[in-house]
């Protein structure tokens, strides 16, 4: 029996999951005899053994110190009396995956879900950081049900350009910005390009990466402290010793993904996202993840969230700093501490320790990054839910990061129909646009680009850039990078491509934005809209084969997560 009394009885070790031959004492006997051709003992292999996930990629610079990070690990499950066993699976990073990371998310998923489940281990260690790679990983560690501990490769470290401090990828998107506009010439852009990756590991802003290693943090999968330490320190090599033995006493105590991952824990992790300033995509991810367990993360009850969760977190785009300063600021206890009056308290972590149990242990001391609640960055959480004709199931803008006179406005559309329609004419001096025009992009949902890319963040128009123009209201089915500002609403419910209103949205039309209300309005009449709607139906996107056919068949829509119908748990009612 567990501690909490939780039955912990089945096969341990090696005894899991035997390959079936009609003679389990002969599957016993081959296991161990092919397994000794690496020179393992008797002594060893009666130890319980803790997988560990190896996302290590030539093509993934985010991951790039994995070989550091599986040594610590092996070291901690040593020292803890466990026997530890990397073994491999997809990575994913956002800049070399085409068409889009999100696409190949759920089949990361589904691959450590599988090798979870296929060899035999009483725990496993998930070792991810590239924003995909740690949804992906919780959601199979989820459906698979083994116990299961996350560790994070963790951030880099930030450059310098002309002695300006500089880290990807908020700065990435400025100085872009301001070689589009004519600001700065192709020499500097090549200096800069130099200098905003100084170190292997993820963005050094609150990205989707940052963001996913906080919320895992306050979710409980992690260990206290574990989201902040960057990719090149000794604090992060020390929490993969500490990681590796943590996974050794959840494999004694049999503390499975679905005593952790709670309705409650999923809460304080959604209060936490919002505290430091989140990206969008971290809802996407949390309602996948839920949805593993039967969870279902309502939009009404995030953007209730929304309202009452200031933003306290000083870090790009939402504010000035990087994500080695939130490390020294405390990291996330630091944020936890200051939202304690607001969390689930008795949510249980892989520690075996509560979260409040978590929060007092942790040491307080005078900072500026992570804001006292009653002196937050902004009154409200980082990001707000619309709903409208526009969005009959909802969208998402992140307001930390938008222009304050932008977030009540009215304006006429310039459409774009797709991405390649968009690259064809979003630099064309003959365009007719005007800086208070709203730009929509349509089919860059899940079903229909495919994949959700983060294309939301549209350029601003050249001739626009080059006049000063710095932000509009933009609109699309997709998503945006979490390292991206400006006043751009996504996710929009359903997507144009399986006939949701946007599909219909000409340029011409006008469209209203009020995130106070929380409304995002097309402005043109129902029955017109179902004119355009018989005149111009929507064909389904389809594929002959393969992975695609799959992901276009059972993809479900932003609200549900992006997950695939099938890989969902059975309904949980609310606790």
Same mark, same amino acid.
């Given at each position: 029996?567990?501690?909490?009394g939780?039955k912990?009885g089945?096969?341990k070790g ?6 079936s031959?009609g003679?389990s ?5 081959l ?7 690496a020179?393992?003992t ?6 319980p053994?803790?997988g560990?996930?190896?996302?290590g990629s ?7 110190n994995?070989p ?5 690990v092996?070291r @901690?499950? $040593? /020292?803890? =009396? %466990?026997l530890p066993?990397?073994?491999? #699976?997809i990575s ?17 998923s589904?691959?450590t ?9 009483d725990?496993?260690v ?7 790679t ?18 994070v490769?963790g ?27 004519g600001?700065?010439?192709a ?12 170190s292997?590991?993820t ?15 306050a979710? @409980?999968? $992690? /260990?206290? =402290? %574990?989201?902040?330490?960057p990719?090149? #320190?000794?604090?992060r090599?020390?929490?993969?010793e ?5 996974a050794?006493?959840?494999?004694a ?10 309705a ?11 505290a ?6 971290g809802?996407?991810h949390l309602?996948?993840i839920?949805g ?8 009404r009850?995030?953007d209730?969230?929304g309202?009452?969760t200031p ?12 994500m ?9 206890p630091a ?5 304690k009056h607001q ?5 249980l972590?892989?520690?075996g ?8 242990s942790?040491a ?5 990054v992570?804001?006292p609640f ?6 409200e ?15 998402l803008?992140?307001?930390s990061?938008?222009a304050?006179a ?15 329609h ?7 001096e003959q ?5 208070e025009d709203?730009?929509v ?7 229909g ?13 050249r ?5 000063g123009?710095?932000?509009m ?11 991206a500002?400006?006043t ?11 006939g949701?209103?946007l ?6 039309d ?13 402005l043109?009449?129902?029955?017109e809209?179902?004119?355009r709607?018989?005149a111009?139906p ?5 594929a002959e084969?393969?992975?695609?056919k799959?992901f276009?068949e059972?993809?479900?829509q ?6 695939f119908?099938?890989?969902r748990?059975?309904r949980?009612e609310?606790?």
């Open positions: 029996m567990s501690a909490d939780k912990t089945g096969p090696l005894h899991r999951g035997l390959t031959y003679d004492g002969f599957s016993l006997f296991r161990k005899a092919f397994i000794k051709g020179g393992y008797d002594k060893a292999l009666d130890r053994v803790i560990i996930v190896d996302t030539a093509f993934n610079p985010c991951h790039g994995l550091q990070l599986i040594e610590a092996k @901690g499950v $040593m /020292l803890a =009396g %466990g066993m990397a073994f491999p #699976t994913i990073h956002e800049s070399f995956a085409h068409p889009t990371s999100m696409y190949l998310r759920n089949l990361m589904m691959d879900e599988e090798m979870i489940r296929a060899q035999p281990m725990a496993v998930l070792i991810g950081g590239c924003d995909k740690v949804p992906a990983q919780l959601m199979g560690a989820a459906s698979a049900g083994v116990p299961a501990v996350a560790l490769t951030s880099m470290l930030t450059g310098a350009h002309r002695g300006e401090r500089v880290g990807a990828c908020t700065d990435c998107r400025r100085f872009w910005a301001r070689y589009r506009a600001e700065i010439d020499g500097e852009i090549a200096e800069v390009n130099d200098q905003l990756v100084a292997v590991g963005c050094s802003v609150m990205g989707t990466a940052s963001t996913l290693a906080c919320a895992t943090e979710l @409980g999968m $992690m /260990l206290p =402290g %574990g989201a902040t330490p990719a090149v #320190t000794a604090d090599i020390r929490i993969a500490r990681t590796g033995a943590t050794v006493q959840l494999a105590g049999a503390l499975t993904p679905d005593r952790v991952m709670t409650k824990a999923f809460e304080n992790a959604l209060r936490v996202l919002l430091v300033g989140g990206s969008t995509n809802i996407v309602t996948a839920a593993r367990l039967g969870i279902d993360l309502d939009l009850r995030i209730a969230l309202r009452e933003v306290l977190v000083d870090l790009k785009p939402s504010g000035r700093h990087y080695e300063d939130l490390h020294k600021a405390g990291g996330v944020v936890l501490r200051e939202l969390l689930h308290l008795d949510a972590t892989v520690t320790c509560t979260l409040g149990e978590t929060i007092d942790a307080a001391f005078a900072q500026s992570v804001r009653a002196e937050p960055l902004y009154r959480g980082g990001i707000a839910v619309l709903r409208g004709n526009l969005a009959p199931r909802g969208a803008i992140k307001a990061a938008a304050p932008l977030m009540e406005h009215e304006g006429r559309a310039v459409v774009f129909e797709n991405l390649e968009l690259a064809a004419r979003i630099d064309d365009l007719d646009v005007r800086a709203v730009l992009l349509k089919n860059i949902g899940p079903v680009a495919p994949g959700m890319p983060e294309a939301g963040y549209l350029p601003i128009p001739k626009l850039a080059r006049a123009v710095k932000d209201v933009r609109i699309s089915d997709g998503r945006m990078s979490g390292t500002a400006g751009i609403v996504l996710h929009i419910t359903p997507e144009s491509a399986i949701g209103p599909a219909w949205v000409k340029s011409g006008r469209i209203r934005l009020s995130v106070s209300r929380r409304e995002i309005t097309l043109v009449p129902q029955a809209l179902a004119a709607a018989a111009n929507v064909t389904l996107p389809t084969r393969g992975y695609l799959l276009l059972n993809v479900t932003a609200d549900q997560g992006v997950d119908t099938f890989l748990g059975r949980q609310p606790e």
